[in-house]
């Protein structure tokens, strides 16, 4: 909810000589106990005031819902990803685990030689074709990757939320994010579960909660 230029007088009246009566805030701005009445409900109900009788308003301290959605609504994947880890779709299996043990991720993203993205490998396609399969240095991971145009990516520009809709939705535990580039896709970034968890905790951390 965007506060008028009153209600943020108010706003800042309260809080630095708060408790205060309705009248006294009037009076402050030079204006009529009535004029002030429907600002003052509105914070209040809004969430930013409390008042007691015979007492008057104060600042709750608490941050309203409606700004607690407003910053989940404004975070975005580019405020929030991470660097991607991509391979070449003629990787053996055997290097795409090194590659993942090494890099301490949970999914790569395969690209082709003009670097455009052609598929995905998480740790369970990784650990289906390792088992009982001894030839892992023999398989090309182009072989045994989810590929174009099953791959759900993001945008930098896109909402947080958005993306975790996809992920569940899906039941994938990352995300390329990427940039058109020459009828294909360049990788950017990533967006994983883990980035959505930190996420969360910022907007909490942000509201003091
Ligand atoms: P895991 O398989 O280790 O549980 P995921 O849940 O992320 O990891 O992957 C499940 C399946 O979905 C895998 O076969 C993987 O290739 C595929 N996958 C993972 N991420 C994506 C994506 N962004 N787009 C399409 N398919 C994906």
């Known amino acids: 909810m965007e506060l008028n230029k009153r209600q943020t007088e108010i706003l800042g009246i309260v809080k630095m000589d708060g408790p205060i009566t309705g009248e006294q805030i009037a009076e402050r701005l030079s204006l009529a106990r009535a004029t002030i009445r429907p600002d003052l409900a509105i914070l209040t109900m809004a969430g930013y005031l409390d008042a007691r009788p015979r007492v008057g308003y104060f600042y709750s301290g608490k941050k309203p819902v409606q700004s607690i959605a407003d910053g ?47 598929g995905v490998l998480s740790r369970k396609d990784l650990l289906r074709t390792s088992l009982g399969n001894t030839e892992l240095d023999k398989i090309p991971v182009h072989v045994i990757m989810t590929r174009m145009p099953n791959i759900t990516y993001c945008k930098k520009q896109d909402s947080l939320i958005h993306v975790a809709k996809k992920m569940m939705d899906n039941q994938i535990d990352s995300l390329p994010v990427v940039i058109s580039k020459n009828e294909g896709m360049e990788v950017v970034g990533r967006i994983t579960k883990t980035n959505i968890t930190a996420a969360f905790l910022s907007l909490a951390e942000e509201h003091d909660l």
């Open 72 to 118: 989940m609504i404004g975070m975005k994947v580019g405020d929030f990803q991470s660097i991607p880890v991509v391979v070449h779709e003629n990787v053996t299996v055997y290097d795409a685990i090194c590659q993942m043990f090494l890099d301490d991720v949970g999914t790569l993203f395969v690209v082709d030689k003009s670097s455009k993205l052609t």
